[in-house]
Structures are given as structure tokens and as C-alpha cells.
């Protein structure tokens, strides 16, 4: 069945008491609940399961935008509210058993490293030429991968405002990883320290300028097996008011003193809040941890 934005809190509640069959311990899990197979559903914090797939979408980091094109997927679990702010509840995340809370999945990124570094404006010889031979070699393709800048438990979820379609759904500590042979492999915007902080929301921003307000959506609501699991359809999650710091570490020790002022020029970082935008097109998954572990009991 399908159903819209506003009232999502009430299937929500519908996926959170409608509870599978009791049965043996020890089993696995089936059907569309395989979709939580790494849910911490067995943590006595954890009250619902969560699989959020980024099908598409866009990453804009200063001058630079990166489409999303490889599915990224966010998974675990969320306890009980540890605060409360924007007249909406928090859930703190519980990260997933396999370790992986959010995939570490390379985007292109358009034009390649030579979008971004002119080896002829490398005035340091041994760094021009290391960086001529590297195009020289073919290996000109760059990759821009999202990973978390802090544990699953600093991300935030507001269940009431992703129903609503206002204020901050999901907030989330990030880090980009760009991935070039040249330029080593701890080149990064943000890191543990300096996070960039990402305040998605489903309704609509209101970004510093140049940058103007942009709109999510919470998407279209389907019970699945039995009203046990809430998959949302069509979910936007946006955010065009962060802050991206400048690179670090690109090119390795001592180099990144030359090569990280070249990526900063040629990217526009560090970039003040207002040039900067992130838009995940997502499908999520939802249920109890509950239902979850019913499942998983009822399959031997």
C-alpha cells in the first residue's frame, strides 16, 4: 500500500508493534528482513533497525560537484532519545555488527585528477615530475568516497521531523577520501578532529548565500511483510548550509605541503557554509529490533 509524507509517524508506529513469531533461537533471518542482517538487533539498546540505500544524488564541495552514481548504504540500528532540540526527539545510531555503518563507496569524480591538479602549475620539480609521470602513466582517474569522521553513535535521527518534512532528519559527521595512486592514501576534506557536519533534512533548507533554499522530501511509505517493515520510497534528504574544510594529507608526508594548496585552489576549499551541497536520493528501510529478532527466531 502506498502512503505520503505527513503521516509516516503513523506507520511508523505500525512497523514498531506489529511483531513476527516466537520460535528457537539460533537461525537467520528471511524475506525482506534480510535487508537488516546487520543490525545490532539483539543490543538491548537498540529499539529500530535501519538500512538506508543512497541510490543517486549529488555532493557539490566547493567548486567541484561529484553526482552519486554507486549505491551507498547506511545500516544499523538507533536506541532510545539522548536529547532533544527543534521541539523534535533524537536517536543516537548503534552501529552495524559487520562493522561497515556506512560503505565506503568511490564516486567518480568528472574531469579526474586533471579536473583538479595542473602538473605544469607545480612549480617543486620532483613533485612535477611525479605528477607528469602519473598522467603519463594513465592514471588520471579520481575517486571521492564518503566515510564517517566519528563512531555511529555521534549520528542523530529525528524520526518526527522525517515525518514532518522539517528541521534536521539525520545528522551525520563526514569525512571525503579522494582516492588517486598520485596522491596518496590519507587525502582527505575533514577528518576525525574537523568533521564536516551534515544536517539532512526532508524538508526544505535555508542555506548563507550564494546558495538558495533547496527542498527534500520524506518520500512515500509501503508496509512490508505484514506491516512489520517500513520501506520509504522516493526520500530526498538534503542539506546546502555546511562547511567544508581544506584538504589534508594529500600526497604524504612533506609533500602534502606543496600538493595540498594546489587541490584547495583548483576546488575552492576550504569552502564557507553556503557553498557547499549534499542531496542523497534514498529508498529506507525500517523496523523493530523487535520484529527483527522475532524473524530471526522463526527460521531455524
Not at 526527539?89 to 560503505?103: D, K, Q, R
Not at 577520501?177 to 574537523?194: Q, R
Not at 520524506?218 to 538534503?238: D, F, S, Y
Request: hydrophobic share 40%; glycine share 10%.
Amino acid at each position: 500500500m502506498q502512503v505520503k509524507g505527513r503521516v509516516l509517524s503513523a506507520l511508523l508506529l505500525t512497523a514498531l508493534c506489529a511483531l513476527g513469531l516466537t520460535a528457537s533461537a539460533q537461525a537467520k533471518l528471511t524475506g525482506e528482513f534480510t535487508k537488516f542482517a546487520n543490525c545490532p538487533y539483539t543490543n538491548a539498546t537498540a529499539i529500530k533497525c535501519v538500512t538506508s540505500i543512497t541510490n543517486s544524488g549529488e555532493v557539490v564541495l566547493g567548486s567541484k560537484k561529484v553526482p552519486i552514481v554507486n549505491p551507498v548504504t547506511l545500516q544499523g540500528a538507533y536506541g532510545t532519545p539522548v536529547e532533544e532540540k527543534e521541539g523534535a526527539e533524537f536517536y543516537p545510531f548503534i552501529a552495524a555488527t559487520n562493522g561497515v555503518t556506512l560503505s565506503k563507496t568511490p564516486q567518480p569524480v568528472p574531469g579526474g585528477l586533471g579536473g583538479i591538479v595542473n602538473c605544469k602549475a607545480i612549480s617543486e620539480p620532483f613533485l612535477r615530475f611525479s605528477c607528469e609521470l602519473t598522467f603519463e602513466n594513465g592514471i588520471t582517474g579520481l575517486n571521492s568516497t564518503l566515510e564517517l569522521a566519528k563512531p555511529a553513535s555521534a549520528i542523530r535521527i529525528s524520526e518526527n521531523n522525517l515525518a514532518g518534512e522539517i528541521g534536521t532528519a539525520l545528522q551525520m559527521p563526514i569525512k571525503v577520501h579522494l582516492e588517486n595512486p598520485f596522491l596518496g592514501s590519507s587525502c582527505y576534506v575533514g577528518s576525525s578532529t574537523n568533521p564536516i557536519i551534515w544536517n539532512l533534512t526532508a524538508g526544505t533548507t535555508s542555506p548563507p548565500p550564494p546558495n538558495t533554499p533547496i527542498t527534500g522530501s520524506g518520500g512515500e511509505g509501503e508496509l512490508l511483510e505484514g506491516a512489520r517493515i517500513l520501506k520509504l520510497n522516493n526520500n530526498k534528504l538534503v542539506d546546502n548550509a555546511w562547511a567544508a574544510p581544506g584538504v589534508s594529507g594529500c600526497g604524504g608526508f612533506l609533500v602534502e605541503l606543496l600538493l595540498n594548496p594546489i587541490i584547495n585552489s583548483a576546488s575552492g576549499l576550504p569552502a564557507a557554509a553556503g557553498r557547499n551541497t549534499a542531496i542523497l536520493k534514498n529508498t529506507i528501510y525500517q523496523a523493530s529490533a523487535f520484529a527483527v529478532n522475532k524473524n530471526n527466531e522463526a527460521n531455524p
